[in-house]
């Protein structure tokens, strides 16, 4: 069964600081990756996505995905408390033209002033 | 731009009722649409989606059902709801990308 793994926290980084989150996958053909961002009863919302090794950079978030270790993770830089939220991990399973997303469970990060 | 929008915000329905609830997509065609259900302290759960008018693929056996009506119209139905339904269900669409986006969100309580 294929599955996406994420510690469910919480993380709890001090305001300023790097917060990282951390996502592995079990299907070795996957091949989007996606972080979503999650506040206590709202929908979830992109962050970002990333489809080729190494980082992805946008604004204060970096990704970064290592396929042959099967993990993609999110850095927050110069956290701020309104990043406190549960985070979203999501995986393209296979090729094709499956547009179906496999999800983790989330890891909920708290950012303290 | 494209809106996603659902509706109600919230329902509170009593166990045995029937449901109805709505999701359309502006600002597009042709968008594959989805529906999941994130129950409290759970992951989101993916229980229908559909490529195109009338097309339903079930993720899920439940007492759920969807339907699309209409290119840019979803909705999710029960004939008779079950505590097990309460959740927060959520409709996402994309189309030419990977990336689903999601509308508000209905948060149903069954009682």
């Known amino acids: 069964q294929k599955e996406v793994e994420q510690n469910s926290g919480p993380l709890s980084v001090p305001e300023g600081a790097i917060a990282s989150l951390n996502c592995t996958y079990s299907d070795r053909v996957s091949q989007s990756f996606f972080w979503y961002r999650q506040y206590s009863g709202k929908s979830p919302e992109l962050i970002m996505s990333i489809y080729s090794n190494g980082d992805k950079e946008d604004g204060r978030f970096t990704a970064q995905l290592n396929k042959a270790s099967q993990y993609v993770s999110l850095l927050i830089r110069d956290s701020q408390p309104s990043d406190s939220a549960t985070y979203l991990c999501?995986?393209?399973?296979?090729?094709?033209?499956?547009?179906?997303?496999?999800w983790g469970l989330g890891t909920s990060l708290a950012v303290n002033p | 731009s494209q809106t996603i929008h659902q509706w109600p915000a919230t329902l509170v329905q009593p166990v045995g009722s029937p449901l109805s609830l709505e999701c359309t997509v502006e600002?597009?065609?042709?968008?594959?649409l989805y529906w999941y259900r994130q129950a409290a302290g759970r992951g989101l759960q993916l229980l229908f989606y559909?490529?195109?008018?009338?097309?339903i693929s079930s993720e899920v056996p439940q007492n759920l059902s969807a339907s699309r009506p209409q290119d840019r119209q979803f909705i999710l139905s029960s004939k008779k709801l079950l505590l097990s339904d309460s959740g927060f269900y959520l409709c996402?669409?994309?189309?030419?990308?990977?990336?689903?986006?999601f509308g508000p969100g209905t948060r149903l309580t069954v009682t």
């Open positions: 996402a669409w994309n189309r030419d990308s990977y990336e689903q986006y």
């Open positions: 559909s490529v195109g008018i009338g097309q």
């Open positions: 600002g597009t065609s042709n968008p594959n």
């Open positions: 999501a995986v393209r399973p296979n090729a094709g033209n499956n547009r179906k997303l496999i």
